[in-house]
């Protein structure tokens, strides 16, 4: 298929069109799905006193239950974007929702620490995939120059999901039917959503443009012709598509890296910022869970402005070092004052750290070949995510004997300056045009 048009101006409406109707039709329900997605993962930081008063679980209990999420998520995570690529994201992504849901709802009747422990590490395995499917979605689906505003719209769920999840959590633990507590309503209701939504993505989505009938024939064609003239380009000069050397590549470990550091933030600052709240002075439940959501409320319009500046002015590596450069200055400065200039400058962090996230991905996603992009961007996003475990275990254990956190702040501003550094490498193995795998 290839598209014939009067002139470049035509053809550069045409692709608009296609364009401004796949964001149109996509978006909404990926930012919903994420935001399920992100309910069903930490809602259980909201019961951690009913785990703990009516099924008798202690702090080791809970904290090895929540981080499991992680493991199982990380385990799963490749496996999950290879059958995706190779079932399609109508099939499998409606897969993995219903999946989620329906595990989330589970965890409502646990009694037993392993019924616990076995149900979040289900859960990680049900949810992998999702993230880096709806990334490689976009890969598949929108030029490159469209997919800078596309993510941090999609990533913006997460910062949304951050906002409702405790008054949402708070009103939903309310309910009390079927001689169920609070807390299993909720799980219940978050999950059952959850599985709702998989069935509208079922009716909603299309794997491949294809198949779209709310596309015309020249919009398809636009759409395949830039795809196909970015992919010739990717193949030529970066990774063949050989799983099997995934980690021979240089380039891919330093996107790992990077990412690692940039998640390790996020995940800080989500478990740890309640209990800087909580330090402000005497508050509520729900007046704690308001002051939380402020650094996710203004990380929106951060990752928005980011995106639109490096869509603007090019240089998505320099944008990315700038937000992780505000992350490390935010991270040092709240260790130097007290805890309300401590939260202000981890509303500034916030800003630098949740930007760096949604301006990350258009990185690996321009250097892929699209034979492996599903692959690889599940490995980046799996070594990723082990920042959820390693960041509230290094900050409990910190906290527990020093009784302080503000080693680990120092650690999250080392690795921010890190990862800046490791920004430069990234020019440089791409100015040798990649690595090449040997054929399998």
Same mark, same amino acid.
């Given at each position: 298929?290839?598209?014939?048009?009067?002139? $470049?101006?035509?053809?550069?409406?045409?692709?608009?069109?296609?364009?401004?109707?796949?964001?149109?039709?996509?978006?909404?329900?990926?930012?919903?799905?994420?935001?399920?997605?992100?309910?069903?993962?930490?809602?259980?930081?909201?019961?951690?006193?009913?785990?703990?008063?009516?099924?008798?679980?202690?702090?080791?209990?809970?904290?090895?239950?929540?981080?499991?999420?992680?493991?199982?998520?990380?385990?799963?995570?490749?496996?999950?974007?290879?059958?995706?690529?190779?079932?399609?994201?109508?099939?499998?992504?409606?897969?993995?929702?219903?999946?989620?849901?329906?595990?989330?709802?589970?965890?409502?009747?646990?009694?037993?620490?392993?019924?616990?422990?076995?149900?979040?590490?289900?859960?990680?395995?049900?949810?992998?995939?999702?993230? $880096?499917?709806?990334?490689?979605?976009?890969?598949?689906?929108?030029?490159?120059?469209?997919?800078?505003?596309?993510?941090?719209?999609?990533?913006?769920?997460?910062?949304?999901?951050?906002?409702?999840?405790? $008054?949402?959590?708070?009103?939903?633990?309310?309910?009390?039917?079927?001689?169920?507590?609070?807390?299993?309503?909720?799980?219940?209701?978050?999950?059952?959503?959850?599985?709702?939504?998989?069935?509208?993505?079922?009716?909603?989505?299309?794997?491949?443009?294809?198949?779209?009938?709310?596309?015309?024939?020249?919009?398809?064609?636009?759409?395949?012709?830039?795809?196909?003239?970015?992919?010739?380009?990717?193949?030529?000069?970066?990774?063949?598509?050989?799983?099997?050397?995934?980690?021979?590549?240089?380039?891919?470990?330093?996107?790992?890296?990077?990412?690692?550091?940039?998640?390790?933030?996020?995940?800080?600052?989500?478990?740890?910022? $309640?209990?800087?709240?909580?330090?402000?002075?005497?508050?509520?439940?729900?007046?704690?869970?308001?002051?939380?959501?402020?650094?996710?409320?203004?990380?929106?319009?951060?990752?928005?402005?980011?995106?639109?500046?490096?869509?603007?002015?090019?240089?998505?590596?320099?944008?990315?070092?700038?937000?992780?450069?505000?992350?490390?200055?935010?991270?040092?400065?709240?260790?130097?004052?007290?805890?309300?200039?401590?939260?202000?400058?981890?509303?500034?962090?916030?800003?630098?750290?949740?930007?760096?996230?949604?301006?990350?991905?258009?990185?690996?996603?321009?250097?892929?070949?699209?034979?492996?992009?599903?692959?690889?961007?599940?490995?980046?996003?799996?070594?990723?995510?082990?920042?959820?475990?390693?960041?509230?275990?290094?900050?409990?254990?910190?906290?527990?004997?020093?009784?302080?956190?503000?080693?680990?702040?120092?650690?999250?501003?080392?690795?921010?300056?890190?990862?800046?550094?490791?920004?430069?490498?990234?020019?440089?193995?791409?100015?040798?045009?990649?690595?090449?795998?040997?054929?399998?």
């Amino acid at each position: 298929m290839s598209i014939t048009v009067e002139n $470049p101006t035509s053809a550069s409406l045409v692709l608009l069109s296609a364009v401004s109707k796949i964001k149109a039709r996509t978006l909404p329900l990926f930012v919903v799905m994420f935001i399920v997605n992100y309910l069903d993962r930490v809602n259980v930081g909201f019961i951690k006193e009913s785990l703990q008063n009516d099924l008798g679980f202690d702090s080791a209990t809970y904290g090895l239950g929540a981080g499991l999420f992680f493991i199982g998520y990380a385990v799963f995570e490749v496996p999950s974007n290879l059958l995706l690529q190779r079932l399609g994201a109508k099939i499998w992504l409606t897969r993995i929702t219903i999946t989620w849901g329906i595990i989330a709802s589970l965890l409502a009747f646990a009694k037993t620490s392993n019924q616990f422990y076995g149900l979040r590490f289900a859960l990680g395995a049900a949810e992998a995939g999702f993230f $880096p499917g709806v990334i490689y979605y976009f890969t598949r689906w929108l030029p490159a120059a469209n997919r800078g505003k596309a993510l941090a719209l999609f990533l913006s769920g997460s910062a949304i999901a951050s906002i409702l999840s405790g $008054p949402l959590s708070a009103v939903l633990m309310r309910i009390t039917s079927f001689g169920l507590k609070g807390w299993q309503n909720m799980l219940i209701i978050e999950g059952l959503f959850s599985v709702a939504i998989g069935v509208v993505a079922w009716f909603w989505l299309d794997s491949n443009y294809d198949d779209a009938t709310w596309l015309t024939q020249p919009e398809k064609a636009a759409l395949q012709s830039v795809l196909e003239t970015e992919q010739q380009m990717r193949a030529e000069q970066t990774v063949r598509p050989s799983t099997r050397y995934l980690l021979k590549d240089p380039q891919i470990l330093i996107y790992c890296l990077i990412y690692f550091a940039i998640q390790l933030s996020i995940y800080a600052a989500t478990f740890w910022l $309640p209990t800087l709240i909580r330090k402000m002075g005497t508050l509520s439940h729900l007046q704690v869970g308001f002051l939380n959501s402020i650094p996710w409320i203004i990380s929106i319009a951060s990752m928005y402005g980011f995106a639109a500046a490096a869509a603007r002015w090019k240089r998505q590596r320099v944008w990315i070092a700038i937000a992780l450069m505000m992350a490390a200055i935010g991270m040092f400065l709240s260790t130097t004052s007290g805890p309300i200039l401590s939260f202000i400058a981890i509303c500034f962090a916030a800003l630098g750290f949740k930007s760096a996230s949604s301006l990350f991905w258009p990185l690996p996603q321009a250097y892929l070949d699209a034979r492996i992009a599903a692959a690889v961007i599940a490995l980046i996003n799996a070594v990723g995510n082990l920042g959820g475990f390693v960041a509230p275990t290094v900050f409990g254990y910190l906290e527990k004997n020093t009784g302080s956190v503000s080693g680990g702040l120092y650690g999250l501003t080392a690795t921010s300056l890190l990862a800046v550094g490791l920004l430069l490498l990234v020019r440089s193995t791409r100015s040798r045009q990649g690595f090449h795998f040997p054929q399998s």
